[in-house]
């Protein structure tokens, strides 16, 4: 498996591509939804993409940690972090290219 990384240019591109906006419109409305995810997340909201997956922020509390090098027990400060849960689609989807079908 290739490691590849998909970048803001590269989504504003894409819907160039398909939509037909210009450039700059469609490099305007990529980064005007990411705002908007990043804006929901961080209020602490759940965002569903349907068909996509969904993106929530989980609350992680103090607990004791080890380094494994020492072996010293070092305290984990609470923290939150971000969750996604993909859809049955997008998994089928991924899945549908080990067996070489189309879903």
């Known amino acids: 498996m290739t490691e590849k990384t ?5 989504l504003s591109e894409a819907v160039y591509q398909e939509v037909g906006l210009s ?4 490099a305007d409305l990529v980064e005007t ?7 929901a997340l961080e209020r602490g909201e759940m965002v ?3 068909s996509f997956g969904s993106f929530s922020v989980r ?4 607990r004791i940690g080890r380094n494994p090098k020492t072996g010293e027990e070092v305290p984990i400060l609470p923290r939150r972090v971000l969750v996604f849960r993909p859809s049955h689609v ?4 991924i899945n549908a290219q080990l ?3 189309r879903g």
């Open 33 to 39: 939804v990411l705002n908007e995810v990043a804006d």
């Open 90 to 93: 997008l998994k089928n989807r």
């Open 59 to 62: 609350q992680k509390g103090r």
């Open 6 to 10: 998909v970048t803001r240019a590269q």
């Open 23 to 26: 450039r700059n419109e469609s």
């Open 99 to 101: 067996t070489g079908k």
């Open 48 to 50: 569903k993409i349907s």
